[in-house]
């Protein structure tokens, strides 16, 4: 299809025999261990610089630091928000190549659990929605720019 598609791994985490089972062809494709969030959108927009189309796979956000976590201390108040932001800028600026290309950018990321309704409302939790339940790793920029969002949560019991 002309496609190429790159992988981006920040959990070390890829089973080969498991794409292989997938029917992905390794050989046409790239894989590049996630360092950290700015790097992996800095790559992203040198390769869309060569014109071609991508399939970029960033798995997974939430796992993936950014510089700052991993040059800095284990104080979670010292890095507040940075990936939010940092994805912000990110995608803002990639958008337009990612379109221009026919590319896509397909981000894995978790779900985590909302503990205290969004709202700051006292609501019993079974009346909550999905978006209530469940928060996404990066703030409300990754939210903002998806296409297309597909929650893959357990059934309720």
Known sequence: MGIVPIYFDSESAIDQNFLVKLGCDLENML????????????????????????LFIFDSLANCPTDSDVDGNFDPGSSMAIKARVLSKG????????????????????LKTQLIHPDGLSIDRKYWTIDQKFVT?????????????????????
């Open 31 to 54: 894989y590049v261990q996630a360092i950290s969030v700015e790097k992996t959108l800095e790559q992203i927009e040198e390769l869309m610089k060569i014109g071609k189309k991508y």
């Open 91 to 110: 995608f803002a600026k990639l958008n337009i190549p990612i379109y221009n290309t026919q590319s896509t950018l397909l981000i894995l990321n978790q």
């Open 137 to 157: 790793p990066g703030g409300k920029s990754a939210v903002y720019n998806y296409s297309l969002r597909i929650w893959l949560t357990s059934p309720k019991r």
